[in-house]
């Protein structure tokens, strides 16, 4: 079975990526800077490696082994503003070093790609993140830029609006041609289905219900 390596496993959509990959089967390694945050721990498939995004050593320890990595970190409110980006450059060069190709990261839907058609909705959204938010817009684009810049088999996940609830049907495509929201538990589905899947290979689909 596949082993994967997961960061930002103690946030909202990371919680699910851990019980749905477990639920899968796959062997799962989750960083953790606080390991008891981590839940399940007492599945035979998950393996807690202590350590911090930000740090090239504790993200070297965690990829040692997998198959495919998953990223779902994201801004935490007071922490630091370059978390994200911090974390592509460390994967993007130990991966690299590792001869580990695949790498699926989450990011919202206002990280701009060529392909996009956005509407007005998305122009407002773009605009009241850059005015409000800007650390985490710039955050979020040189994360996404970096992997892209990248010889590897990235897929960027971009995403809308996050809620709680079940998972949904999906629609996939780029932004200006998706909804305004989508669940959690659809998101950490559709990264699991990246993980075999070849479809959006070096793509960054926007996604929503």
């Keep these: 079975m596949t082993t994967l390596a997961l960061l930002g496993g103690t946030g909202r959509t990371g919680r699910?990526?851990?019980?749905?990959?477990?639920?899968?089967?796959?062997?799962?390694r989750v960083l953790a800077r606080t390991p008891e945050k981590v839940h399940r721990k007492e599945d035979d498939l998950l393996t807690?490696?202590?350590?911090?995004?930000?740090?090239?050593?504790?993200?070297?320890?965690?990829?040692?082994?997998?198959d495919v990595v998953l990223s779902a970190l994201g801004p935490v409110r007071g922490?630091?503003?370059?978390?994200?980006?911090?974390?592509?450059?460390?994967?993007?060069?130990?991966?690299?070093?590792q001869g580990i190709?695949?790498?699926?990261?989450?990011?919202?839907?206002?990280?701009?790609?060529?392909?996009?058609?956005?509407?007005?909705?998305?122009?407002?959204?773009?605009?009241?993140?850059?005015?409000?938010?800007?650390?985490?817009l710039r955050d979020s684009v040189a994360h996404a830029t970096l992997i892209r810049e990248s010889g590897l088999d990235w897929t960027v996940v971009r995403v809308p609006r996050l809620t709680d609830?079940?998972?949904?049907?999906?629609?996939?495509g780029m932004v200006g041609m998706v909804g305004t929201q989508i669940t959690r538990a659809s998101v950490s589905r559709f990264m699991l289905d990246q993980v075999e899947g070849r479809e959006y290979v070096r793509q960054a689909p926007a996604i929503s219900n």
């Excluded at 978390?83 to 690299?96: K, Y």
């Design 48 to 66: 807690v490696v202590p350590g911090d995004a930000r740090d090239r050593e504790a993200v070297a320890r965690l990829v040692g082994g997998a």
């Design 16 to 28: 699910l990526l851990i019980d749905q990959a477990l639920v899968g089967g796959h062997h799962l």
């Design 79 to 97: 922490g630091p503003p370059d978390v994200m980006t911090l974390a592509a450059r460390h994967l993007t060069g130990v991966l690299s070093e």
């Design 101 to 136: 190709g695949r790498l699926i990261t989450l990011t919202g839907a206002g990280v701009p790609f060529a392909g996009d058609q956005p509407k007005v909705v998305d122009h407002v959204f773009r605009t009241a993140l850059r005015l409000l938010q800007p650390d985490v």
């Design 165 to 172: 609830g079940p998972e949904g049907p999906l629609r996939v």
